[in-house]
C-alpha cells in the first residue's frame, strides 16, 4: 500500500526537512524542498489541505482591494506569482475575467479607474488583457440579470481561479515524485530537544493508531490557524501569533449567475465591501465571502443563518428579477484566514478586512522555524524564501542528496478521453490512462451523468493520499458541493472503490459513511 510504503520510509530515514502542516504553504516548501534534491517530509494532523487550502475563494490575484491599504509590496508579488502559475499549472489555475458595475456617484468610478490602472501598472509584462471601461448601455445590454438603477459603467480585468484542494494536492504529489515523503492523518504530538535543537518529532497516525518518529535536520511549521496550538505543543508561548478572520462561502447552481465572469456587487449595507459571484467547474457558482473576527474553536466551523442572508442580501439588492433563496443553495463552506495578530495588542485593528494578509517568517530554536500568514496565491514564493532563510542560517548543513530524473515527453494517445483528462490532469494524464489500460471498465462514469471516471477516483487513492470517503468527496473531486440529497448509491460506489484499492472491510465502510455523514451535514445546514 502506498500509505505503508510512507511509513515505511520515513521510519528509515534522517530529513533534511520535516514540514508540519499540509496545506498550500506547507505544500509549497515541501516542493520546493524536494526540488532543490533534499530530503523531505510533509505531514498533516488531517487531510492534506482539509483546512483553509480548501475553504479559500478559489482566486489567484493580487488582491485588487489590498491597494487601498497601500500593501503596494504584496500586491506585486501576488500579481507575478499569479503568472507564474498560469503557466506551471494551466489545468487548474485559469484566466478569468472579473465585471465590476459601478453604482452611486461618478466619483466611485473615477476611485476604480485609478485602482486598476495601478493594478495593471504592477502586473508589467503579463498574459493577462489590460483592464477596460464599460459604458453603461453596454452593461445593460449584456448583464441584464442586475440592476441598471443608478449605474454610472464598470469595468472588466482579469485575474484567475483556481481549484485550491487539487492544487494544494498536486503540488504535494510533485514533492513524492522527486523523493519526498507525505503522511496525512498523522499529528505532531512532542518536540524531543537536546542543547537547543529538536532531534525528534513523536507523532500520533489518527487512522488505525499508526505512530511515528520522525528524525530531521530542520522542522517547519506551517500549521496556518493552528499554529499557536503547535508552537504550544514545543514550549508554551507567552503571545498569541494568530488572529484568523472567518469567510463563509455559498454555493449555488451556476445557472442562476453569469458564467463568463465574476460579477463583484457592493454589500448591502454600504460598508465598502464587495460579494463576488465566481463561476466554478461543474456548473456552479461560488458566493463569497464574509470577514469576521474568529475566537471559536478552530477544528469545526459552520456558517450561520445571518452570515448566508448577509451574502444573499447583498446579491440580491443587484437581482431585481430572480431573487436567490435558501432552496437555491447547494451547499455552504465556512474557512478560517491565518492573519497574524498584531504585534502591539493595543492597537489591533478589529476590523479584520483591513488587516495584512503578508506574512512573517521566525526561529523557535535553532533549527525550528514557523511561517505563518500570506495568501494563496504567493505559496510558491513564500516557500522559497522560506528554504533560503534555513540554508542561509545553515550554510552547509543541508546538502542536496536526490537528484530528479528528467519526465518523459507526453505522446498522443488515440483514446476518447485523452484530451478531456490531460486538459483536467495536465502531465497526470499518463497516470490515469495507465490505469485504465488495466481495465477498460475503468473509463466509465462512477455514477450516471457523472463528470468524473473510475480510473480518476483510483488515481486520488494511489497517488494523492486519499484514503478517507471525505477526502474523495470533498476535496479531490466536487461531489459534496453539488450532493444537495444524500446519494446512497453514489456513497457506496465510491467505497466499493475504496474497499478494492485499501482493503476496507464492512466496518471500515460503516464508520467512514458515519464519518462522512458528519461533514456532508456541515455542507448543507447552518446555525
Given at each position: 500500500m502506498f500509505r505503508s510504503?510512507?511509513?515505511?520510509?520515513?521510519?528509515n530515514t534522517q530529513y533534511d526537512v520535516c514540514i508540519i502542516g499540509g496545506g498550500i504553504t506547507g505544500a509549497g516548501i515541501f516542493l520546493k524542498a524536494c526540488e532543490k534534491g533534499l530530503r523531505a517530509i510533509i505531514i498533516d494532523k488531517g487531510d492534506f489541505s482539509s483546512g483553509t487550502s480548501s475553504r479559500s475563494a478559489k482566486m489567484i490575484h493580487g488582491g485588487l482591494r489590498y491597494l487601498q491599504y497601500f500593501q503596494i509590496k504584496?500586491?506585486?508579488?501576488?500579481?507575478?506569482?499569479?503568472e507564474n502559475l498560469l503557466s506551471l499549472y494551466p489545468h487548474l489555475v485559469k484566466p478569468q475575467p472579473y465585471f465590476m458595475p459601478v453604482y452611486g456617484s461618478w466619483v466611485n468610478k473615477l476611485k476604480f479607474s485609478v485602482g486598476l490602472s495601478g493594478y495593471d501598472a504592477l502586473s508589467g509584462k503579463s498574459s493577462m488583457p489590460k483592464h477596460i471601461s464599460v459604458p453603461e448601455e453596454e452593461i445593460k445590454k449584456r448583464f441584464k440579470q442586475i440592476t441598471h438603477e443608478d449605474l454610472k459603467g464598470g469595468f472588466i480585468y482579469y485575474d484567475a481561479r483556481t481549484n485550491d484542494a487539487r492544487l494544494t494536492n498536486e503540488v504535494i504529489q510533485q514533492g513524492v515524485e522527486l523523493g519526498g515523503t507525505a503522511i496525512n492523518y498523522l499529528e505532531a504530538i512532542f518536540f524531543e530537544e537536546e542543547d537547543g535543537e529538536i532531534?525528534?518529532?513523536?507523532?500520533?497516525?489518527?487512522?488505525?493508531?499508526?505512530?511515528?518518529?520522525?528524525?530531521?535536520?530542520?522542522?517547519?511549521?506551517?500549521?496556518?490557524?493552528?499554529?499557536?496550538?503547535?508552537?504550544?505543543?514545543?514550549?508554551?508561548q507567552a503571545k498569541k501569533w494568530m488572529k484568523p478572520s472567518k469567510g463563509i462561502h455559498v454555493v449555488v447552481k451556476g445557472d442562476l449567475l453569469p458564467k463568463d465572469c465574476v460579477l463583484i456587487l457592493p454589500t448591502i449595507d454600504g460598508d465598502g465591501r464587495f460579494i463576488w459571484c465566481l463561476p466554478w467547474e461543474e456548473n456552479m457558482n461560488v458566493l463569497g465571502t464574509t470577514d469576521t473576527e474568529y475566537n471559536e474553536g478552530l477544528n469545526e466551523i459552520r456558517s450561520t443563518k445571518?452570515?448566508?442572508?448577509?451574502?444573499?442580501?447583498?446579491?440580491?439588492?443587484?437581482?431585481?428579477?430572480?431573487?436567490?433563496?435558501?432552496?437555491?443553495?447547494?451547499?455552504?463552506?465556512?474557512g478560517l484566514r491565518p492573519l497574524l495578530a498584531d504585534p502591539d495588542p493595543e492597537e489591533e485593528d478589529n476590523d479584520s478586512s483591513s488587516r495584512s494578509r503578508d506574512y512573517e517568517i521566525w526561529w523557535n530554536n535553532d533549527n525550528f522555524v514557523t511561517i505563518a500568514g500570506g495568501k494563496l496565491t504567493s505559496f510558491l514564493s513564500?516557500?522559497?524564501?522560506?528554504?533560503?532563510?534555513?540554508?542561509e542560517k545553515h550554510p552547509g548543513k543541508l546538502n542536496p542528496h536526490i537528484f530528479p530524473k528528467p519526465l518523459a515527453p507526453i505522446t498522443k494517445s488515440g483514446h476518447p478521453l485523452f484530451a478531456s483528462i490531460r486538459d483536467k490532469y495536465g502531465d497526470n494524464v499518463l497516470l490515469i490512462m495507465d490505469i485504465i489500460k488495466e481495465n477498460k471498465s475503468y473509463a466509465n462514469p462512477i455514477f450516471p451523468k457523472s463528470n468524473y471516471i473510475i480510473a480518476e477516483i483510483i488515481f486520488f487513492i494511489r497517488y494523492q493520499h486519499a484514503v478517507m470517503l471525505d477526502d474523495i468527496l470533498t476535496r479531490r473531486t466536487l461531489l459534496s458541493y453539488s450532493m444537495k440529497d444524500w446519494n446512497e448509491d453514489l456513497i457506496n460506489i465510491i467505497c466499493d472503490i475504496f474497499k478494492e484499492e485499501l482493503g476496507w472491510t464492512e466496518e471500515d465502510k460503516v464508520n467512514q459513511i458515519k464519518n462522512y455523514r458528519k461533514n456532508w451535514d456541515l455542507m448543507h445546514s447552518w446555525e
Open positions: 510504503f510512507h511509513f515505511e520510509q520515513a521510519s504584496m500586491v506585486y508579488e501576488g500579481l507575478h506569482e499569479r532531534i525528534s518529532l513523536t507523532c500520533k497516525g489518527r487512522l488505525k493508531g499508526w505512530d511515528l518518529e520522525i528524525k530531521a535536520k530542520q522542522y517547519v511549521s506551517a500549521t496556518g490557524v493552528w499554529t499557536d496550538e503547535l508552537l504550544n505543543k514545543y514550549k508554551p445571518e452570515e448566508i442572508d448577509y451574502l444573499l442580501d447583498s446579491v440580491n439588492k443587484h437581482l431585481p428579477g430572480r431573487k436567490l433563496t435558501y432552496d437555491d443553495i447547494l451547499s455552504t463552506y465556512a513564500m516557500a522559497e524564501t522560506c528554504l533560503n532563510e534555513i540554508i
